[in-house]
């Protein structure tokens, strides 16, 4: 694991990346009703699965305060979350729809929103001691699901494992030391399911396969 310490979220007023800071105050001036902070990890701590994604959607997490909400990456990935058994309720694009989480919890490599949804090298890396916290305190976890090849990136450094022993590729399953498994899926954005980059069936794969992994796994 990373040597680096520390709380496992950030401030609502973060001042670590002078960029975002600026882009949220301008959220917040424009969208008075919006969350605009950084967005909090949903799920709880005995979590047997990490989901780990690139960034708050500026009309998705970034507007309801909770990852993968209020946008299309959300509607693909919950209920997929719910179709494995890893979620359960109903999802409705709200923070407040009951929707559960079931040994599983997201939260994203950059904790803010980003302009364009395109996080800096800078603010990855300033974000990453977040996740190394958050990696840190999950004693039941088994597996990590990277949504991107940034998110897989952002794991491994979490981690303090080098890039060129795991590779991004999409339905990869890296085994690291120590026990934990890190898989790999491409974003479930609307761009990658629009181009055909990422299918329903290519997603759900990636899932089914966790599934019965976890479900082998005797890690405590």
Known sequence: ??????????????????????????????????????????????ARLLIVGLAPGLRGANRTGRPFTGDFAGRLLYGTLGKFGFARGDYAERADDGLALVGCRITNAVRCVPPENRPEPAEIKACNRFLAAELKRLDRLAAVLALGAVAHQAVLAAL?????????????????????????????S???????????????????????????SVRA
């Not at 999409?170 to 498994?181: K, N, R, T, V």
């Open 190 to 216: 609307r761009y990658n399911t629009n181009t055909g980059k990422l299918t329903v069936a290519m997603f759900e794969a990636v899932f089914a396969e966790l599934r019965r992994r976890l479900s082998g």
């Open 160 to 188: 303090g494992e080098r890039r060129s022993a795991h590779r991004f590729a999409h339905g990869a399953m890296h085994a690291l030391p120590g026990g934990l498994l890190l898989a790999d899926s491409y974003h479930c």
């Open 1 to 46: 694991m990373s040597a680096e310490s520390g709380p496992a979220e950030p401030g609502r007023d973060c001042p670590l990346c002078p960029r975002l800071v600026g882009f949220r105050a301008t959220q917040r001036s424009d969208h008075p009703d919006w969350f605009n902070a950084p967005v909090p990890a949903f799920g709880g701590e005995d």
